[in-house]
């Protein structure tokens, strides 16, 4: 079941928390919508639900306007963040409840019902737990016995707010890559709201960066990371270095660098600004220092095999932040109070009134 939102728009008051959003979800895909807090994700998740209504645009489930359907007519899966499992029902009753409260023509028959929900128990492995009740359990089972009383009536769509953001890290990082290999059997059209970027990345198929109100960009984590298209998803995926330069013959030039500028983002004398991630940063030698940033190391930590390096701007003072990998840094023998030269390996550059 694919999913279509055309141009929705939601306000409430002055505050416009869904700006003209447009985005599609094939079927069978796993979709992240990722953003910081007020950026209109979870908004247009409940529309998409049916929960809220859009001031204006259109929803589709397989080409088929379901504007003004209801939630039951649009049959999604619904899954928050704080579990809304029944307190006073054992897991297997909870699991059963969607199935028990249908229609008369349209409930399944007891041996059926009991079937499907030990079938759902042990698809997301929690079968032993039948008996218990939510407060017996973990939180990481609470919530995998809330996806499995929404996947218990049959949703076309599994729609999750914030799924895992109640719980420890650990347990976070555990159940994501078990949604992962969930999705991967049960291939269910799936849109979940986040604000963790590295969840988003891990667990998608495709990210849709959302700002504001407005979706900054659509892409595969790869594309997404890889080849931000506005500052704002740079800076949100993960840390990155600003470096402030201007333009002269086509190269931006900041301190000792220089960076090819792409044909037609600026004139000479324009203000530009490279974004570099740290681990995009190549630490050399002092003396190596052609094309290369002066800086002297602050202070550094392992962390694994890779080490985390701050490091002072000889020129200016600011702060560049620089990851490289272990055997690297014992090979260059440098601590704190030395100093080397930095140079980019890879970086984007966006014009000043952009950044």
Not at 114 to 134: E, G, I, M, S, T
Not at 318 to 330: G, P, Q, S, W
Request: aromatic fraction near 8%.
């Amino acid at each position: 079941m694919s999913i279509e939102a055309r141009n929705i728009k939601r306000a409430f008051g002055d505050f416009i928390a869904v700006n003209d959003v447009s985005l599609e979800v094939a079927s069978g895909e796993l979709v992240a919508l990722l953003g910081p807090s007020g950026s209109g994700k979870t908004t247009l998740l409940r529309i998409i639900a049916g929960l809220e209504t859009a001031d204006s645009g259109q929803i589709l489930f397989h080409g088929e306007d379901a504007t003004d359907s209801g939630v039951a007519e649009r049959r999604v899966g619904f899954v928050f963040q704080h579990y809304a499992l029944f307190r006073h029902m054992t897991v297997y009753e909870n699991v059963a409840f969607g199935l028990r409260v249908k229609p008369r023509h349209l409930r399944p028959a007891r041996d059926e019902i009991r079937d499907k929900v030990l079938a759902l128990l042990k698809l997301v492995q929690l079968d032993w737990l039948a008996d218990r009740y939510p407060h017996q359990l973990s939180g990481g089972q609470r919530q995998r016995i809330a996806l499995a009383r929404a996947l218990a009536v049959e949703p076309k769509v599994l729609l999750l707010d914030e799924p895992f953001g109640a719980l420890d890290a650990k347990v976070r990082k555990e159940l994501r890559a078990w949604l992962r290999r969930l999705h991967d059997e049960i291939h269910i059209t799936s849109l979940f709201v986040t604000h963790d970027q590295e969840e988003a990345l891990e667990v998608a198929d495709c990210v849709v960066v959302m700002n504001e109100g407005r979706v900054e960009q659509i892409g595969t984590p790869e594309e997404v990371y890889d080849r931000p298209a506005t500052p704002f998803v740079y800076q949100f995926l993960g840390d990155v270095n600003l470096f402030h330069g201007r333009v002269y013959d086509g190269r931006a030039r900041i301190g000792d660098w220089e960076v090819p500028v792409p044909e037609g983002l600026h004139v000479d004398n324009d203000k530009a600004v490279v974004y570099v991630r740290p681990h995009d940063l190549e630490i050399l030698a002092a003396s190596d220092d052609r094309d290369a940033l002066k800086a002297v190391v602050t202070q550094f930590a392992t962390i694994g095999p890779r080490v985390r390096i701050d490091l002072k701007r000889v020129d200016s003072g600011e702060t560049i932040h620089a990851e490289i990998n272990k055997d690297r840094f014992l090979e260059l023998q440098i601590g704190a109070g030395d100093q080397v030269s930095v140079r980019p390996r890879r970086h984007r550059l966006f014009g000043a009134a952009a950044a």
